[in-house]
């Protein structure tokens, strides 16, 4: 598409490119005015029907976003600002260089700019820097036939007709009524008839993730934003919600792999700025294995090369069960199916699972170790201590790294830390370390290696 878009550019074969471009979804298309040249991005984009071109440029990058604001003329960028819902607008913004900003404040609506500046104003990641204004309300004496007058004349310019919000007129919210609901009702019915009183919402103040999961749980189109006073003042929509989802999601993988979050996109990354995000935890985990250093060489009189043949195989092992565990516990505290009043009941089964699994691979070792030293090697001297020693090891390794794994993020979460960040380092640092010096014990102490 890309290829055939850039011959009609060529070939200044505008009428045809219009009409293909026309036929594409925004979100499509927003993704191949990121592959053209950025020379040829404004004049392409003009070519887009109005209401195609304004859904594009919300799904377009800020870089995209900001190459075309710079090169509108006031008028042109006053018509797509003037579709954008208000929060789409916040979101560009929050994305822009001051000198942009000013221009997209300049081209508003003076309430449209009232409205920006107030959502601008509060904390970020909040509800309500996440909400928008424009949803509909309707009055509790209103029938059913002057509630859909009122959608047909207001509906066009907002966010969604689905959800309706029943206010008084101090805008307290009374009560909700769902599109399903108007229609299968009688022209003549009441809305206060209709509504639902019992109201799901959230608090302008409130945690932006923990309204999007509030959303995800209930399924709900969109979530009403009330004040201390319970009046209305937004709502936040499902993908809106999906939006901080996904950001949170992306964080929270950059954690466990010991990675601070990226702001732009991997390829828009320096190369410096990638390397300042992970050194830091690197740094850490290389410093902290001064202790697994130390303990060997405290049994580097018990060294043999065949003890040290199993260290690696244990390590790897140890650490893969304890990032399972902190997997799971993770997910469970960031979707609620987990509390840190399970806390004992988490270990308590992550206990059960590690003896399951360790003696599995323990016996499944075993038979590895008497395939390798009868079979292929001939030479079964000492192959039943071998196995008792790296057996017994395998289990004790596994209990304690899932143990550490699902112990560590409840801890985390209960001093209000971040729980991803405990994930990998600082559970991959202590497994490596206590499988060493259980191995060594095991080896040395009981079958005096």
Known sequence: MKDKVLTLLVEHNFPKLRALL???????????????????????????????????????DADSQQHLITAFSDPELKEVLDKLFVDDTVDI????????????????????????????????????????????????????????????????????????????????????????????????DLISDLMETNIISCKTSDNGEEVAHIIEKYGLIALPVVDNENRLVGIITFD???????EETDDEFMKMAAIQPLDQNYF????????????????????????????????????????????PMLMDTGGNSGSQSSAI??????????????????????????????????????????????VVYHNPDGLVREMLVVGITLIATVVTAKVFGCCLPMLAKKLKLDPALIASPIVT???????????????VNVFGF
């Open 22 to 60: 026309s036929e594409m979804n925004p979100a499509d298309l927003s993704v191949l005015l990121t592959e053209i040249p950025a020379s040829t991005l404004t004049v392409v984009f003009r070519l887009l029907p109005k209401d195609l071109a304004c859904e594009t440029f919300v799904e377009m």
């Open 93 to 188: 913004i929050e994305e822009m260089p001051a000198n942009v900003v000013r221009k997209i404040l300049k081209n508003s609506s003076p309430e449209k700019r009232v409205i920006i500046n107030e959502i601008l104003n509060y904390p970020e990641n909040s509800a309500g820097s996440l909400m928008t204004v424009e949803y509909v309300s309707l009055h509790k004496e209103m029938t059913v036939s002057e509630a859909f007058e009122k959608i047909r004349r207001d509906g066009v310019n907002k966010e969604t007709i689905y959800t309706c919000y029943v206010t008084d007129g101090k805008r307290i919210l009374l009560g909700i009524v769902t599109a399903k609901n108007l229609m299968l009702a009688k022209p003549e």
């Open 268 to 311: 828009k990354t320096s190369v410096f700025s990638h390397s300042k995000k992970r050194i830091v935890w690197l740094m850490v985990l290389m410093l902290s294995a001064t202790f697994t250093g130390l303990i060997i060489t405290g049994f580097e009189n018990a060294l043999t090369a065949l003890l040290v043949s199993f260290i």
């Open 240 to 246: 809106d919600a999906m939006d901080v989802i996904k």
């Open 329 to 374: 516990i993770i997910r469970g505290l960031a979707t609620g199916e987990i509390k840190l009043s399970d806390f004992g009941r988490v270990v308590y089964k992550e206990f059960r699972i590690a003896l399951i699994v360790g003696v599995i691979l323990a016996v499944v070792n075993a038979a590895r170790l008497w395939l390798l030293n009868v």
């Open 429 to 443: 640092t202590l497994v490596d370390t206590t499988t060493v010096l259980i191995y060594f014990a095991v080896a």
